[in-house]
């Protein structure tokens, strides 16, 4: 007997790789503009930039929401990532989960997105993993956790705004230990 597919995690994944092919043309496009030799300027580095993370935020959703497997994310792959979604923003991502399962790099992603959401004025969010376990730190001038948020992550059932489905996505993946203060948080899966 075969398991009934994702849905919601394939159609998610359908939509950020049709997302991806039109971004790709527009990058290309911007470096076909700048090889015919048309001056540097703050608008080009501007697109460019705005390009580079709008792909880079479509590549960390499909990991997040897409479906997940036993295949394994290298963890050169994971720094790019996160090292581009930190140019100019007010968090800095850091990856010490070496490389990882796919299924548990969705769940740090999404715990990744919790701590950035709890995190409005910014800061540094840290995921780490060993053998048994994955962590997300994050420290910030401020923690504020949206109510139904942190009760979704205590288990409880709540509709969240599409803005914050992030929880309901990873509470839904497994037990979530989570702990926070006024400047720091730490979620543990």
Do not use: Y
């Not at 971004?23 to 460019?48: F, W």
């Amino acid at each position: 007997m075969t398991q009934s597919p994702d849905l919601a995690a394939l159609i998610g994944s359908r939509i950020c790789h049709d997302l991806v092919n039109p971004l790709s043309a527009v990058c290309n496009g911007v470096e076909l503009l700048e090889l015919s030799g048309v001056a540097p300027s703050e608008e080009m580095s501007l697109i460019r930039d705005s390009l580079a993370n709008a792909t880079a935020r479509i590549q960390l959703f499909r990991f997040a929401f897409g479906p997940a497997s036993d295949a394994f994310v290298a963890e050169a792959e994971m720094l790019k990532l996160l090292g581009t979604l930190s140019k100019g923003t007010r968090h800095c991502f850091n990856w010490n989960a070496g490389t990882a399962p796919r299924s548990a790099v969705r769940r740090m992603l999404l715990a990744m997105l919790c701590a950035e959401t709890m995190t409005p004025l910014g800061g540094d969010i840290t995921i780490a993993s060993n053998q048994t376990e994955w962590t997300v730190t994050a420290t910030g001038r401020r923690i504020a956790i949206p109510t139904e948020a942190e009760a979704v992550l205590n288990g409880e059932q709540f509709d969240l705004p599409p803005a914050q489905v992030h929880f309901n996505v990873l509470a839904a993946s497994g037990p979530i230990e989570f702990e926070f203060n006024d400047t720091s948080l730490t979620l543990k899966g």
